[in-house]
């Protein structure tokens, strides 16, 4: 089975940075995911690891360290309109290749 | 704007009533999945299909039957559902027909009442 744990909540204010962690257990790690949700609407993909390291995508940066089972989303530069849920969601070859989501985070973006 | 149409956006249901979901997509994509989604919880995988076959069905109970009539539609069939079941319904699609390779597009979601 996999464990994915992300803190449920967290707050910032506007033109801050945020960092969400991922943790992560699988028995055949085939990729990470990151996704936005805002309440009512559907989830939208943000960014992909998949091999160790950081991936940039304007303001927001995904890291992933498979030895340790560990992820990350940067938010920088915070904006009222990142206030979402972030979803951590993890591919597992051993289990088919099935997409699993962590509890997802709510960021509140304060002015 | 999202690629996979949803319809209904809404739907209210009694516990005796059939009524479906449908979801449609024209990217190409070849794997379609629906999740069902409470509320403050991620999206619960239910069923994946493939090039059009069925490949996951998540021990999801008979009250809930999709079907897809070719690849661009999936569709969900409701029949005999219990209040429990009231949630938002996501359609996402992939491109590969290898199961959740590549990134999911999702829907806007069917979000369901069941009274």
């Known amino acids: 089975g996999q464990n994915i744990d992300q803190p449920t909540e967290m707050t910032a204010t506007e033109g801050a940075i945020v960092q969400i962690n991922c943790t992560y257990q699988t028995s055949g790690f085939n990729g990470l995911f990151w996704y936005q949700q805002h309440a009512g609407e559907a989830p939208t993909f943000l960014s992909y690891n998949v091999l160790d390291g950081l991936e940039e995508k304007g303001r927001f940066s995904s890291f992933l360290s498979r030895s340790k089972g560990y992820s990350y989303l940067l938010l920088k530069e915070l904006q009222m309109k990142d206030s979402a849920s972030y979803l951590c969601a993890v591919r597992d070859r051993a289990a088919g290749n099935k997409l699993t989501f962590g509890g997802g985070t709510r960021v509140l973006v304060k002015p | 704007d999202t690629e996979v149409t949803q319809t209904p956006k809404h739907l209210v249901m009694g516990m005796t009533n059939k009524k479906s979901l449908k979801c449609e997509q024209h990217m190409g994509h070849r794997a379609m999945y629906w999740y069902k989604q409470k509320a403050k919880k991620p999206p619960e995988l239910m069923f994946v299909y493939s090039y059009e076959k069925l490949s996951i069905n998540e021990s999801v109970p008979s009250r809930f039957s999709p079907e897809c009539p070719n690849s661009s539609l999936l569709n969900l069939h409701l029949h005999a559902l219990q209040p429990e079941d009231s949630a938002l319904y996501l359609c996402?699609?992939?491109?590969?027909?290898?199961?959740?390779?590549?990134?999911?597009?999702f829907g806007e979601g069917s979000r369901l009442t069941v009274l």
């Open positions: 996402a699609s992939s491109q590969d027909g290898g199961i959740h390779t590549g990134e999911l597009f």
